[in-house]
């Protein structure tokens, strides 16, 4: 056929002269496909009624199209267990798994300590008078702090563990506290005014810290990147509207790169 | 296997399932195999194939399920395909490899006993574009809209594509009673 020198046809809306032909043979590919609007097939029957040559194409286009379907290529290589076994995402996402039961069971360490030291301070605070008031506060109210922020970041812990998208907001926040907490306990450790034990507690606050940042790089992230079904949405809708535009149409927003790298 | 259900395999597999992982490739990989075909190479199908399914399985942490997973996936071959085919054009050619030209199919080096030489040569001889629309419509059975959406074009182009591949192997292949028009 000669149909593909581009010839212009986008004016016709009959399909009443030889050029148009074309229109109709894409016509009759699409209603082939099941892809041609009813109104679309009416105006094709009506073209094919008086053009012998439309119908022989349409004979013959439905021929090659079986030829080209039925040569069936049987066989392929199997490639589950070489690229399954290779996949790096359903390694991190094992690790994943773990890291988030290893952030409970340190959120719930934590949450025993503040504990502790919630009922140890409440203990202290029942011998009397604080000897020692510091900025406003006893000794006995900074357990009471020191405590709840133990407790606190426990149950951060736990919910990170178990609402893993939301804890990558929690990190800095750990990060920086942790961050303080090691430079003072040094300090404070070299000067002798708290117990190694004490300071040795803090490592389940480390030990979590480090589970968080291996569930965050393990959680799938539903904002990273741009959405594939975004595209899908807006994918213009010629199909059916506009069968005799056959010119493709410009390049829309949505044709870019896709987010898989 | 349907769409849906390669779907729900593909965010099982996202999950972490290996089951459903491996499930999802068994139910695409030869359409895969064959689009690859089609698009570069047979000689090198398999070894694209397989590259395909590295960039996806490494990627499904960002694939989010409202695109058809199986589509997704053939874009990703799409792009493979491309790919290889740019660094192809780019390096010097190896003796035994012909050099790339307007028929990157060429001579196919695994003999497909099934698909007559004079079809896949017919193909093989296709406009790049219209040979990718023809077979992700034909011979993996997407949808218009679903081989747009692996194209990134509208779904108009598509359909002149198709109709224009059509035309192309009514000719090429010479069917009986294939009347030529003049004009
Ligand atoms: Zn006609």
Not at chain 1, 10 to 18: K, L, V, Y
Not at chain 1, 120 to 143: E, K, N, Q, R, Y
Not at chain 1, 179 to 193: K, T, Y
Not at chain 2, 144 to 172: F, M, N, W
């Amino acid at each position: 056929m000669t149909g593909n020198s581009g010839r212009p046809r986008g004016d016709q809306q009959g399909m009443a002269g030889s050029s148009d032909c074309d229109v109709c043979r894409e016509a009759v590919s699409a209603a082939l496909d099941g892809e041609a609007g009813a109104a679309e097939s009416a105006r094709v029957d009506a073209h094919l009624a008086g053009c012998a040559a439309c119908r022989a194409w349409r004979r013959d286009a439905e021929a090659v199209t079986r030829r080209a379907r039925t040569g069936v290529v049987v066989g392929g290589p199997d490639l589950v267990d070489r690229v399954v076994g290779a996949a790096p995402g359903l390694r991190a996402r094992w690790w994943g798994v773990t890291a988030r039961a290893g952030l409970a069971a340190a959120g719930l360490a934590q949450a025993v300590l503040g504990l502790v030291g919630l009922l140890g301070a409440a203990t202290h605070a029942g011998h009397g008078d604080d000897p020692l008031v510091l900025l406003g506060a006893g000794m006995a109210h900074a357990a009471h702090e020191s405590a709840a922020w133990n407790l606190a970041l426990g149950v951060a812990f736990v919910a990170g563990a178990i609402w893993s998208r939301h804890l990558a907001g929690l990190m800095p926040v750990l990060g920086a506290f942790i961050a303080v907490l090691a430079v003072l306990s040094g300090v404070d450790l070299v000067a002798g005014r708290v117990e190694p034990a004490r300071v040795a507690a803090h490592l389940v606050l480390v030990a979590g810290f480090l589970l968080g940042l291996a569930v965050v790089r393990t959680t799938p992230r539903p904002g990273a990147g741009p959405s594939p079904g975004a595209r899908w949405r807006s994918r213009p809708t010629e199909h059916g509207a506009a069968p005799e535009g056959l010119r493709a149409a410009a390049p829309t927003g949505w044709e870019r790169e896709s987010d898989v790298a | 296997m349907d769409d849906a259900r390669i779907t729900a395999l593909a965010l099982r597999a996202r999950e972490g399932d290996r089951t459903a992982a491996g499930e999802f490739v068994a139910a695409t990989q030869h359409q895969v195999w064959r689009l690859l075909g089609h698009l570069a190479d047979p000689g090198v199908a398999e070894e694209l194939a397989q590259e395909t399914y590295e960039r996806a399985l490494g990627s499904l942490r960002r694939y989010r399920g409202d695109a058809p997973a199986r589509s997704w996936l053939l874009s990703i071959a799409r792009r493979v395909a491309a790919d290889h085919l740019r660094r192809r054009a780019r390096r010097p050619v190896a003796p035994a490899e012909p050099a790339e030209d307007d028929r990157p199919l060429g001579r196919a080096p695994q003999p497909d006993p099934a698909e007559s030489a004079a079809v896949r040569d017919a193909l093989a001889a296709l406009d790049a574009d219209r040979r990718e629309a023809f077979v992700l419509t034909q011979l993996i059975g997407l949808s218009y809209e679903d081989a747009a959406a692996v194209c990134r074009c509208p779904i108009g182009t598509i359909r002149s594509r198709v109709a224009r591949a059509r035309a192309d192997l009514v000719d090429a292949l010479g069917e009986p009673g294939a009347q030529r028009r003049s004009g």
